[in-house]
C-alpha cells in the first residue's frame, strides 16, 4: 500500500487493492485503508488450551494495532466444525454432533470473550449461510472445469484430517505431521486439479516475495511446488457429517475445502458484495506452521480456480510447548488459558507471549518464564518508573502536571530516544517482529529510568527555585516518556495503558491512536496525576505453580482407566434381539432415523436413533440388532423412542451390533 501524506490535514490517501482513496469511516477520523486479519477456525473436536489462544493473541494484538494506525479492521476467528474428527468426538461423548458443536462454540466463544478478543465476527462452518457459500465456491470450481469424478485410494491421517502419499508417511505407517497411525482409504471422490495451478502458483510466488512468511516456511512450500503437485480428493462419501456436494449429495466436501472457504464467506462472499469488496482479499492470515500447506497452495489455488485475488501474506508461526513438554491433556499442561490469566494477569500473559517467544519460531511457555518477565520487566522496569514519577508529582506538584521550562542535553536525549523508539516500534510491528518491537519500547523504559537516576530528582526536590524549575521540567518529561509508552502499549497490553494513561489524566483511551504519538510534548501541563498502587505485584518466586504436570506414566494411566461395574449392575439392562420391519427418516431431521422393531414376546418397539449419516432406511429392514429394551421412553424431535439401539463408534464411523448367524426376534442377551 502506498502512502501519500497531505501536509498539515494529516489525511492519507492510500493506494489500495489497485485503487486510489481516502476514506473516512466516521468519528472526523480518516482511514488509511482496510486490514482484514484471520486466524485459522478452530477444530472443536476439544476445547481450547493456551496453545490454541497463542493465534488468536497474536491476531488480537495485531488487529488491535492496525485500528490504532487507523485502519478499517475486520478481524475473523471461529470454529471448524465438520469432518471426521468432530464427528467422533461428538460421537465419543455420546452426543448428537450438531448439539455437540453448539455447546463447544459456545465455550471458544466465551473463551475469547474472558480473553478481551476483539475479533469482529465469529464463523461456525455449520452456519447455514456459510454452507451456502462453500457449494457456491464448488460449484464455480466445477463450472471452470477443475473438478472430476476419480477413485481415491491413499493413506488419511484423522487427526490431521490430511491425505498423505505413501512416501511421506512416518515409520510404521505413521503420519508424518503427528506421528498418529493412518487410515487406508478407497473412495469414489470428486477431485480437484491442484496439479493445473502449479506454476501460476510457482509465478505468484516469484512476483510477490513476501506472500509465505517467514522466509523458511516459505522455501518448504516451494520444495513441495518443485515436486509436483498431485490433484486434491474434495470429497468423502463413508460418512455424512459435512457440507453436501451440490447436486451429489451422496458426498460430503472435504473438511479442509469447507473450512477454507470460511476467510471469503465470513465476510459476504455471493451474498454481500458491498462489504467483501471492502474487505478481500485479507491482508494477512495468521496460521500454525503445521497447516501452512492448505493455506499456502491449496487455499490459493481455489481461489485461482474461482478467479478471486489471493490474501497478501499468510504468516506461520510456530508451536508453543508448555513447561518444555508438548501440549497435552494426559500430562496436564492442555491448561485453560484463564487459569494462567487468572493469577497472573491479561496484560502479562500477553507480553509474556510477544516477547519472549520470538514470533515464527518454536518456543516454550514456561510459568518460571513468566514470573521473571512479570518481575523484572514489568514490576521492576516499568511499574517502578510509573510509580516513582507519580509519587515525585504528588509530592511536589499537588498532583498536577509540572509546567516545563528550559531543557537539558540529557532532556534531548530522552526526546530523541523517544521519537526513534515511536518509529522504530511502528516498524517491528508492521513487519509482525514483536519480540524486537517490545525490546526497543523496553530499551526505553530502561533509559527513562536511567533519566531519573542522571538527573537525581530527589536532591532537586529538597532545593530552592531553581532546582524546583528543573524539577518541574524533569517530570514533565518522565511524564511525557511515560504517556508514549502507554500509548504505544495499546495494543498489546491494553488495560495496562488503558490504566497508567487514566492516572496521567487521559480517560477517552477508546480514541487513543497514532496521532497521539505524533510529537513530543503532547501531554497537558496540569493533568490530574494520580499514584496508585503499583501496576505489577512481584510475585513471589516460591509461590504455588498453577500448570502442575503429571508424568507421563501417570498421564497415560488416567486416560486408560474406566469405572467397574459389578454383575448386578449390568444385569439392570434387559439387551434383546430385534429384527427391524420399518424404517424411515424422521421429518426435519439430518440425523434421526425412526425404527420399528419386532421383539417377538414383548412385541413391537418403536426406536428413534441418531443413524440417519451412517444407515440408509432401506438398508435396515430385515436386520438382527441389539436393542436396549427397558430404557425409559423419551421424546426426541417430538417422536417417542421406547428403547436404544446398539452401535460402535470410531473414527467417524458407526456400525450397528448383530448377531453372529440367525436367532429369533426377541431373544435374551447375557
Ligand atoms: N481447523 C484447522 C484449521 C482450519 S483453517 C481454515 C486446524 N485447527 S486446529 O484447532 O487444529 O489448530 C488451529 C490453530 O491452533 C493452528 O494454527 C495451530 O497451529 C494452532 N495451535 C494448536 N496447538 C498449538 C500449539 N501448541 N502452539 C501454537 N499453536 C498451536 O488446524
Redesign the pocket.
Known sequence: MGLLRIAKLRRMICYNSGKFMVVDYGGGKVKKGKYYV????????SE?????A???IIADVIARYKRFRRYDVFFLTG??EH?QKVLSAALEAGKDPQVFCDELAEKFKKLWKDLEITNDYFIRTTDENHMKVVQRFVEKMMENGDIYKGKYEGWYCIP??SFWKEEELGDGKTCPQCGRPVKWVSEENYFFRLSKYRSALLKHYEENPDFVEPDFRKNEMLRILESGLQDLSITRTSFKWGVPMPRDPKHVIY??VD?????VSAIGYTEDDEKFERYWPADL???????NR??SII?PAMLMSVGLPLPRKIY???????NGQ??SKSLGNAIDPRVVVKKYGLDAVRYYLLREIAFGK?GDFSEEGLIKRINADLANDLGNLVHRTTAMIKQNFNSKVPRPSKSEGVDEKLKDSAMETISEFFDHMDSLKFTTALEKLWEFVGFSNKYIDLTEPWILAKGGDKEKERLATVLYNLSEAIRIIAVLLKSVMPNTSREILRRFGYENWDEVDETHVERWGMIKVGNPVEHGKPLFPRIDKDSERVIKMKTTDEGKREEKYAEFITIEDFSKVDLRVGKVIEAEKVEKSRKLLKLKIDLGKLGIKQIVAGIAQYYNPQDLIGKKIIVVANLKPVKLMGVESQGMLLAAQSEGKLRLLTVDGDIDAGAKIS
Do not use: M, R
Open positions: 484471520t486466524t485459522p477456525i478452530y477444530y472443536i473436536n481450547p488450551h493456551i496453545g490454541s497463542y493465534t488468536t470454529t471448524d469432518g490431521c484430517e473438511v479442509w473450512a477454507l472457504i470460511n476467510y492470515h495468521l496460521i500454525g506452521k503445521e497447516i492448505f493455506h487455499w506461520a508461526h510456530g508451536w508453543l510447548t508448555v508438548k501440549i518454536d
